[in-house]
């Protein structure tokens, strides 16, 4: 029995070779399958096993993959958003925190929010990051 195992990991570690793994990714799509999973238990819906399903294939998929490029692309851009939503707390409580003295508007051309004094009138705001100018009232 012992040596019928061993053999199957050989074999199995020999098939894996060049092959892409795990990563974190795969791991937030195997969670997604589980949360789904148990959602479909609770609710009876079968919409969400189908959905958890996909999810479960495409990290298999990912695992099996041999385009370490395209994988790794993947990887990063998902760590990428996850690193934005985990910075969503912080900068919730700062704008909580700044709302008496700071006043918070987005550029309609770019998107980058920008923090303005709060009781200056009508003042022209200028976004940093593309040079937008607009006009509105802290």
Known sequence: MRNLWGNFKNKLAYWMQGR???????NALYITFIVLWVITLITRKPIFYWI???????????????????????RLWFLKKLEQ??????QWKQRWEQR????FYRCKQCG????VPKGKGQIEITCPKCGHKFIERT
């Open 20 to 26: 892409y793994g795990n990563d974190e990714l795969n």
């Open 52 to 74: 958890g399903l996909v999810a479960l294939g495409y990290s298999l998929y990912r695992s099996f993959s041999r385009d370490h490029l395209k994988r790794s692309n993947e």
């Open 85 to 90: 939503i985990k910075k969503l707390p912080k």
């Open 100 to 103: 008496n003295t700071h006043k």
């Open 112 to 115: 980058v929010t920008i923090r």
